[in-house]
């Protein structure tokens, strides 16, 4: 079966390190792979990647659905919002009419992330569960989330997997987490998970842990994480059935590690840069939690679970099919100092962080 492939996202971070190792990653034949773009730069830009551009605002569902349906794109790597379901139920159902007109097994790929499976998604389990836990999608459909924009993008998994089976669709939950290293595309070339550490810190001059435990999170190096989206591809155009919809969540992970310890590797950085008054890790208060809130232009009640929490999830799908991560979890110890120099460029380019409204 052959496929033509749409990529969304291409300027950012993740999909533009997809979009740069897509020659090299020797997959399997396919007929035509798009990428959706913003503007003729972008487009002739991704060119030299081997795309053919589509030049779409994300927000003209009517324009995408023409696309998807007349280039009978079957196979679709939504890279764009990890938040919510604007966009999603839109393709998907375009790709559910393709099946109907070629006959071929349709493919989307939805990018979440940790938190949603996480105590700031409502998933409250004391003890390490597997992205092959049978009972995930029951777990997510049923978690209450005390934060509105968390919850939100827990139902918009949900909402992603229900869309694909009334549609024919065969849908996949890919869960970045803490994604470190520097990207490798033509746009943001940096993380947008452990920016507000480094933002906060240097706006307070002091790094501040938010948890009164000490808690485990996920870690990936972005060449793991991006390896991984490869290869889920390539095991689809072998025509491999790895498990989708309710059985369809990876999670791209080496393991966890202690936030504290990454804090400390980061506040150790920015110190030796002068960039806070000393390596000394601190608590932080409810005053100190208000004006971090205000850095970060976010409520407060938001600055938690952007930059800290427990997440017992764990990675075991990628390895099923054959994904190895390179890089051990504790590799984002030894690469902290690269890392907020990233960041230090990034801000310094007046990068900006998601909406978490």
Known sequence: ???????????????????????DAHLPPYSAFYALV?????????????????????????????????KEITMVYFLIDAYTATHQPALIKALGEV????????????????????????ILIDHPFSDTDPHLYEMQKDAK???????????????????????????????????????EGFGNLTSIQDVDI???????????????????WPVCH????????????????????????KNGFFLATSGSVHWNKIYGAMANSLAKRGLVDDETVRQATGTDQTKMAESLSVPSAAVP????????????????????PHYPPEHILEAADDEVAFILKGLGSGKKRPDVR
Not at 1 to 23: C, D, E, F, P
Not at 100 to 122: A, W, Y
Not at 313 to 318: C, R, S
């Open 1 to 23: 079966m052959t496929h033509n492939i749409l990529l969304t996202g291409a300027s950012g971070y993740l999909g533009g390190t997809v979009l740069a190792r897509w020659k």
């Open 305 to 324: 679970v952007l930059m800290g929490g427990r997440c017992f999830f764990t990675a075991e799908h990628g390895r099923k099919i054959g994904w190895k």
């Open 198 to 216: 480094v933002r906060a810190a240097t706006k307070l001059r002091q790094v501040f842990k938010v948890d009164n435990d000490d808690p485990i």
């Open 222 to 245: 972005v060449a793991d994480t991006v390896e991984l989206y490869l290869h889920i591809l390539r095991k689809i155009l072998c025509g491999e059935d790895i498990g989708y919809g």
């Open 99 to 122: 099946k109907k007109k070629t006959g071929k097994e349709v493919h989307f790929l939805n990018t979440t992330g940790p938190k949603q499976s996480s105590r700031h998604g409502g």
């Open 145 to 183: 989330s005390l934060h509105d924009f968390v919850g939100e993008s827990v139902n918009a998994n949900v909402t992603v997997i229900d869309a694909a089976e009334a549609n024919g669709v065969r849908s996949y939950i890919f869960a970045p987490c803490l994604v470190y290293g520097k990207g």
């Open 38 to 70: 913003r503007s003729a730069e972008q487009g002739e830009t991704v060119k030299k990647y081997g795309a053919e551009p589509r030049i779409i605002n994300i927000n003209d569902h009517d324009s995408i659905t023409r696309t998807i349906i007349e």
